[in-house]
T-cell receptor, first 114, second 112 residues
Framework: AQTVTQSQPEMSVQEAETVTLSCTYD???????LFWYKQPPSRQMILVIR??????QNATENRFSVNFQKAAKSFSLKISDSQLGDTAMYFC???????????FGQGTELSVKP | DTEVTQTPKHLVMGMTNKKSLKCEQH?????MYWYKQKAKKPPELMFV???????INESVPSRFSPECPNSSLLNLHLHALQPEDSALYLC???????????FGDGTRLSIL
């Protein structure tokens, strides 16, 4: 069975600095998708970034980028120039290429301090 | 502004009440989802509708009854809930069945 592990329950970062959230996963599949979702206190889950396992190039969305290490089964999220609005729970998620439900990690609660 | 609209935002009900949660999207998405989320925990998938047909039921108790009257609307009918059902209920949609792309703000449900 696939599992997703986020080993940092809580993190904090100063505004304008860079922070990296870690995520590891376990799967025997070769093709799959990985995602980072953000859930601010307003409750709405927002899809931040996605990565297809067959792509070697790391996905980037503005200040958000990932470090995808397929062999190590690692998928970390880097947030550059942190802003107060980045304060949120961040969930890493996995899905098989053939479909099925998202497998979420337990989440990392990120606080950006002024 | 959220593109998936959920009503009500808050709901308090007794264990004998019947209520419904509503979810609406007008993006032409053909897959819609219900999730249950406890505080500081990841969302748990409950149901998936694909092209208005129930495609996934994650062994949810029958006191939760989903309904998809049309491609834009998803309901969750609640009856005889238990205190442990108190949670945030999130609706989501995607163009086709796949990872949810857009989530609503959720309904905070409290069972007395």
């Amino acid at each position: 069975a696939q599992t997703v592990t986020q080993s940092q329950p809580e993190m904090s970062v100063q505004e304008a600095e860079t922070v990296t959230l870690s995520c590891t996963y376990d799967t025997s599949e070769n093709n799959y998708y990985l995602f980072w979702y953000k859930q601010p206190p307003s409750r709405q889950m927002i899809l931040v970034i996605r990565q297809e396992a067959y792509k070697q190039q790391n996905a980037t969305e503005n200040r958000f980028s990932v470090n995808f290490q397929k062999a190590a089964k690692s998928f970390s999220l880097k947030i550059s120039d942190s802003q107060l609005g980045d304060t949120a729970m961040y969930f890493c998620a996995y899905r098989r290429e053939q479909g099925g439900k998202l497998i979420f990690g337990q989440g990392t609660e990120l606080s950006v301090k002024p | 502004d959220t593109e998936v609209t959920q009503t009500p935002k808050h709901l308090v009900m007794g264990m004998t009440n019947k209520k419904s949660l509503k979810c609406e999207q007008h993006m032409g998405h053909r897959a819609m989802y219900w999730y249950k989320q406890k505080a500081k925990k990841p969302p748990e998938l409950m149901f998936v509708y694909s092209y208005e047909k129930l495609s996934i039921n994650e062994s949810v108790p029958s006191r939760f009854s989903p309904e998809c009257p049309n491609s834009s609307l998803l309901n969750l009918h609640l009856h005889a809930l238990q205190p442990e059902d108190s949670a945030l209920y999130l609706c989501a949609s995607s163009l086709r069945t796949g990872p949810p792309q857009h989530f609503g703000d959720g309904t905070r449900l409290s069972i007395l």
